[in-house]
T-cell receptor
């Protein structure tokens, strides 16, 4: 059974810092992995989807990397802004016919 | 196209009552997923549909829960005889089945069972 761990659970940084959020998963035979952000009391917004054959994916100030063999993904946020404050969730998927499995997320606060 | 919508956004009910939630996916998305999220946790999978066929149900989906997607468009999730432990955010997501199957989530329905 896939299990996902996200470290740290919470992070507070001053505006402008570059930061890394970590995600590890126990079953490395994944199909893809999606990163989401969730604002308090809201639904999830998809940030990046990285295929199992890819090593990284970029969107604006966000870069997600994937190391399947070690069961890890990282989300790099460059030049953080207060608007980046949210909970970030990673969710690997083991096949096209299995659901996403989520970690508990990393709660990020960017202080102006 | 306005994204995935869910109705109602909030529901307060008394223990033992039945509740029904609705999800309207992005048009032409053939897959629809239901997840449940409690405070401080990530979403947990409940069930999903491809078109009108329910392809998988989690063990979390007890016999008090039923989901339908009768015409392969919107879906409903019904909880019968609600319990306090059912209090959670119920999230719906949709996608187009295929290689880049990004799931797009709705705003969720927050349920409080008193």
């Amino acid at each position: 059974k896939q299990e996902v761990t996200q470290i740290p659970a919470a992070l507070s940084v001053p505006e402008g810092e570059n930061l890394v959020l970590n995600c590890s998963f126990t079953d490395s035979a994944i199909y893809n992995l999606q990163w989401f952000r969730q604002d308090p009391g809201k639904g999830l917004t998809s940030l990046l989807l990285i295929q199992s054959s890819q090593r990284e994916q970029t969107s604006g100030r966000l870069n997600a990397s994937l190391d399947k063999s070690s069961g890890r993904s990282t989300l790099y946020i460059a030049a953080s802004q207060p608007g980046d404050s949210a909970t970030y969730l990673c969710a690997p998927r083991n096949s096209g016919n299995t659901p996403l499995v989520f970690g508990k997320g990393t709660r990020l606060s960017v202080i102006a | 196209d306005t994204g995935v919508s869910q109705d109602p956004r909030h529901k307060i009910t008394k223990r033992g009552q039945n509740v029904t939630f609705r999800c309207d996916p992005i048009s032409e998305h053939n897959r629809l997923y239901w997840y449940r999220q409690t405070l401080g946790q990530g979403p947990e999978f409940l069930t999903y549909f491809q078109n009108e066929a329910q392809l998988e149900k989690s063990r979390l989906l007890s016999d008090r829960f039923s989901a339908e997607r009768p015409k392969g468009s919107f879906s409903t999730l019904e909880i019968q005889r609600t319990e306090q432990g059912d209090s959670a955010m119920y999230l719906c997501a949709s996608s187009i089945w295929g290689l880049q199957e990004t799931q797009y989530f709705g705003p969720g329905t927050r349920l409080l069972v008193l």
